[in-house]
């Protein structure tokens, strides 16, 4: 009874708002498997309240399989390290698609882990697991790395999986890997986000996915216009719970190292975010403060504004100085520190420095804004940032490996701060 209600409920939210079936109908010829199975998948690693030592754990079975569990064991080199595993019982949700495929999503938080300690996990129930995933708790020590991936959106099976393996292969050691948004392209097309997942593994299970909602993340009517999230962000994902209430799951902060990195959601409630932003802001104690949003304070490509952010974020990213701001949307690359919104509100050129970048298939025509002291155009890049004590080191690569950006903002004890380019050539590329 529970099932057939929680069906009609979906598939009346998605006649009421014009949801296009066909645009969120898997092909004719699928790749890859997207139907949920007894054997767990889209397994996904990501931060827990403390992003040091807590760690949540999510995936999605066929409603028929048994309880889920997670187990646990601390990884010692012996080859039977799972004997001393502990078991966790996962909570559960149940989601069902647009055509009627039900599966359930089920999650296992990790809390106060040991610093220092690599773990090995894996999940299911009964006759059917997953792998044993291994990964590290690393002990704070004033330098990491990240990986951050522009819009994903097409082609994820064929294109977008050589960019993510290649930022595998190149920053296996990272902390954690940070998207802006856009992985997909139709928010309730199932077999899209089962071709992220795919072309995302082996990196989801192992390192911390730190993820904001794109524009192609929410259901649209009939207009195009946006009218809701996705239910499958919420199934596929679980953040940090220290964002705003008007954005739960979707705007958040992690406070790592010596850095704060904070995650807003662009596509909604920019002004309640505002609030919530500028407290986390005014109350930061960390060295380094990054910024993480889907739609850039200025457009890096051709007659697109958003001024909702411009007019609403970007005076507190100037105001309490934010080092680093990651945003995707345009389908370009662009990066500068020299920001000028042309509102003439506040002091325009606070040394922020702003990238856009794309790591997807699709392509927008660039626009050369003033902005931008490096841009391209047609350019599928992946981000390697280094966040040491005193400077943070920023390479932007393109899928042959090529260098193609780089630069460093560095910082002393008072703040004082200074940028230095580190262009591999002083051609600016279109």
């Not at 595993?85 to 809390?111: C, G, M, N, P």
């Not at 139709?186 to 192992?206: C, G, K, T, V």
């Not at 920001?339 to 997807?360: H, K, R």
């Amino acid at each position: 009874m529970r099932l057939y209600l929680l069906i009609i409920i979906f598939m009346s939210f998605n006649m009421t708002f014009g949801q296009s079936i066909e645009k969120n109908t898997p092909p004719d010829n699928t790749q890859i498997p997207y139907k949920s199975t007894m054997t767990p998948d889209r397994v996904v690693l990501t931060f827990g309240s403390d992003a040091e030592k807590d760690r949540t754990v999510t995936w999605r079975t066929q409603p028929l399989s048994d309880l889920q569990y997670l187990e646990l064991a601390e990884q010692d080199g012996s080859f039977d390290f799972y004997k001393d595993s502990k078991r966790l019982e996962a909570s559960k949700q149940l989601f069902v698609s647009l055509q009627q495929d039900s599966s359930y999503f089920h999650t296992v938080k990790l809390i106060a882990l040991e610093p220092g300690k690599v773990y090995s996990y894996r999940v299911g129930g009964g006759a059917y697991w997953s792998p044993w995933y291994d990964f590290k708790i690393e002990k704070p020590k004033k330098s990491f790395k990240f990986i951050y991936l522009g819009d994903a959106q097409n082609d994820l099976y064929t294109l977008w999986s050589r960019v993510v393996h290649q930022a595998y292969e190149k920053a296996s050691d990272a902390a954690m890997i940070l998207h802006v948004g856009d992985l997909i392209n139709h928010s309730q097309n199932d077999y899209e986000w089962a071709e992220w997942f795919d072309a995302a593994s082996p990196m989801i299970h192992r390192i911390p996915q730190v993820i904001v909602p794109g524009n192609h993340e929410y259901i649209k009517d009939e207009n195009e216009q946006k009218v809701a999230l996705t239910p499958l962000w919420n199934a596929h994902f679980n953040f940090p719970t220290n964002g705003p209430k008007s954005n739960p799951n979707q705007a958040y902060f992690l406070d790592y190292d010596h850095c704060r990195l904070i995650m807003l959601n662009s596509n909604e409630a920019i002004e309640e975010q505002a609030n919530w932003l500028e407290n986390i802001l005014k109350s930061n104690k960390k060295k380094w403060l990054i910024v993480m949003f889907h739609h850039p304070v200025i457009s890096g490509a051709s007659g697109r504004i958003n001024e909702g952010v411009m007019k609403t974020w970007k005076p507190l990213l100037d105001q309490y100085g934010v080092d680093l701001v990651l945003q995707g949307h345009d389908h370009v690359y662009g990066r500068g520190n020299q920001v000028n919104s042309g509102l003439n509100l506040w002091d325009e050129n606070s040394g922020t420095v702003y990238v856009v970048s794309v790591a997807g298939r699709k392509m927008y025509p660039l626009e050369s804004h003033p902005w931008m002291d490096r841009k391209a155009e047609n350019l599928q890049t992946f981000q390697v940032i280094n966040v040491e004590e005193d400077k943070i080191y920023y390479e932007a690569f393109k899928t042959n490996g090529e260098l193609f950006d780089a630069f460093e903002i560095s910082k002393t004890h008072e703040g004082l701060k200074e940028f230095i380019d580190k262009n591999p050539t002083d051609e600016t590329q279109k």
